[in-house]
């Protein structure tokens, strides 16, 4: 406990010793059109999966608490991907959604519908990734599941007497109810999509994976790995982590302010 | 965040894990076609996220050419895949390895976090609340951020390129554990403890024999949880390990990865990758079989705190 806070003040002082370069690295991350790549791919991959993987998780544990014990073997099922290792993951998507032979493609060929080159094609490098990461729901949903479940259904009761809807009974209800486990997961997604690495960097970097494609997927922390530890360009990558540092610091805190106005905290319970 | 809590915290704890208590699944829809509907549609869905794994599966047992045929069996069975692998690359090694780091990092991380937070559980000191509010922001701290220092900090001390940095961090607790397991001790009633004082135990004594024994559930969430992290982490092992024999899987399954598909020079070896992601695979699995309970409680609980 007391080392991580020797740790976090470490953390300043090494800063400080690259810094002793001046602002140059600061000023060369600005001019650096690569970051400006790095951080709108990072921005677009984010706002993507945040909503994605909100929406299915918490469409997936509405529709299992509807059937009673029965969910309990889905919630199993759904959890599942969520054990796989994010490399794995990232081979899975390479292999599933090759444009040519792929799995996803064959199906959408089923339907009629023809499959872009997810793997190739910079513009659908990204969807391609949000919707494997969306794969891997099942914590999102639990969550959701536990928050739901909690509701107490005399709400419902009341709601249906006095007539209404089932969406007027979701909007009104359900989401202020489970506001506070949404806002979490909100923010948790967040986090984790703006320093998302393993599963892009899997498919599209490293010796041999690296194609004109992989711009498309040149997330912001793959950047600063690179910089840091191919070009051992350690005190740019440090100025690299603290710019993400105060982007997510200050996406959070938006979030937080928001959360003021959109989370409602039934009972005493903060 | 909890930093904001009155210092009555501990008149008042939030309510414990307790990983016993379950809330039932509520009754099922009453209206029977509805019902079947909802049912119908979870197996369709079931599918779209089962079928990735029968997909694996069966191409990991196929000769190379058949590997994208998408049949779902193989119409040749071909299991030597998992040999041929197994012969080509240090696949036992590498398990071995994350098998050992992980259990290791697990292992550390439950025992010094626990003893924190057991610390923050039952003294009461001035500053106690500030000190855990400060606990609780290096959460907030990104990864990313934290990695070069730390990096640097090994490189001193010679050890980049030894698997030491993949868990000996470890021993200085991970402020998440901390947060989950304070919030288990807290649940414990006092009594227990001060009647332990007055048959002489010292804080080490009842750490060991109460609070550990009585706050297994929830040990075991952060060991399971600690575990499959570190059986995940790729950039750690990226960043610290060079020489193949030092490998966890993840960095040896991207290694075969990058030799051989076409892409670096291989010969599009598809099947033996796919063999040698269902072995890193498995394991997980395996664990989430013994110990789902846990799984799940675990992470409703994080969620609930949230």
């Known amino acids: ?270 | 965040m909890a930093a904001t809590r009155t210092p009555a915290t501990t008149g008042a704890p939030t309510p414990p894990l307790t990983l016993r208590r379950r809330l039932g699944w509520p009754s099922p829809e009453s209206n029977v076609p509805k019902r079947a509907l909802y049912l119908l549609v979870l197996a369709g869905l079931s599918v779209l996220f089962v079928y990735p794994f029968i997909w694996t599966i069966s191409a990991s047992l196929k000769p190379r050419p058949d590997v994208f045929d998408n049949r779902l069996l193989p119409q040749t069975w071909h299991p030597s895949n998992y040999t041929e692998v197994w012969d080509l690359a240090p696949i036992s090694t590498w398990f071995l390895n994350s098998v050992y780091i992980g259990v290791l990092a697990a292992l550390t991380v439950t025992l010094s976090s626990s003893i924190v937070a057991f610390g923050f559980a039952y003294f009461r000191f001035p500053g106690r609340n500030a000190l855990f509010g400060l606990v609780l922001a290096t959460m907030m701290l990104p990864a990313a951020v934290t990695m070069i220092p730390v990096y640097l900090i090994w490189n001193e001390l010679n050890l980049v390129n030894t698997q030491y940095p993949l868990w000996v961090m470890n021993l200085f607790g991970s402020a998440f554990y901390i947060f989950l397991l304070r919030q288990f001790f807290l649940g414990i009633p006092r009594e227990l403890f001060e009647a332990a004082r007055m048959d002489g135990d010292n804080f080490f004594t009842m750490f060991f024999r109460i609070a550990l024994p009585l706050a297994k559930p929830a040990l075991v969430v952060a060991f399971i949880f600690e575990l499959q992290a570190s059986w995940n982490d790729l950039m750690r092992p990226l960043i610290y390990l060079r020489d193949d024999e030092l490998f966890t899987l993840p960095l040896g399954l991207k290694t075969i990865l990058d030799s051989f598909g076409q892409g670096g020079g291989g010969e599009g070896d598809y099947q033996l990758i796919i063999a040698a992601l269902v072995i890193s695979t498995i394991p997980m699995i395996v664990i989430f079989a013994l110990f789902q309970r846990y799984f799940l409680e675990g992470i409703a609980t994080a969620g609930r705190k949230g």
Do not use: C
């Open chain 1, 1 to 270: 406990m007391v080392a991580s806070f020797v740790l976090s003040l470490t953390d300043y002082s090494i800063i400080e010793e690259t810094a002793y370069v001046g602002g140059q690295n600061y000023r060369d991350l600005v001019d650096d059109p690569t970051v400006r790549k790095a951080l709108t791919n990072t921005l677009l991959f984010t706002v993507m999966l945040v909503p994605a993987t909100m929406g299915v998780a918490l469409a997936l544990a509405m529709i299992l608490l509807r059937v009673g014990r029965a969910g309990g073997f889905f919630r199993t099922v759904f959890y599942l991907p969520q054990m796989t290792p994010p490399v794995a993951v990232a081979i899975l998507f390479l292999f599933l959604f090759n444009g040519s032979f792929g799995l996803v493609n064959r199906g959408l060929e089923l339907v009629g519908l023809p499959g872009p080159f997810w793997t190739t094609d910079p513009s659908w490098v990204k969807p391609g990734l949000v919707i494997m990461s969306v794969w891997s729901v099942g914590g999102t949903m639990v969550i959701y599941l536990a928050a739901l479940k909690s509701v107490p259904s005399q709400l419902y009761e009341a709601a249906a007497i006095d007539g209404a809807s089932p969406w007027r009974r979701f909007r009104d209800v359900t989401l202020p109810m489970i506001s506070s486990a949404l806002f979490f997961t909100f923010i948790i997604l967040t986090i984790a999509g703006l320093q998302s690495f393993t599963e892009a960097y899997t498919a599209f970097f490293g010796a041999g994976s690296e194609s004109y494609s992989s711009e498309a997927a040149l997330f912001y922390v793959i950047y600063l790995f690179r910089q840091a530890f191919e070009f051992f360009h350690m005190g740019y990558a440090s100025a690299l982590a603290w710019l993400l540092f105060v982007v997510i610091l200050i996406i959070t805190l938006i979030q937080v302010k928001l959360s003021n106005r959109f989370v409602f905290y039934y009972g005493d319970k903060k």
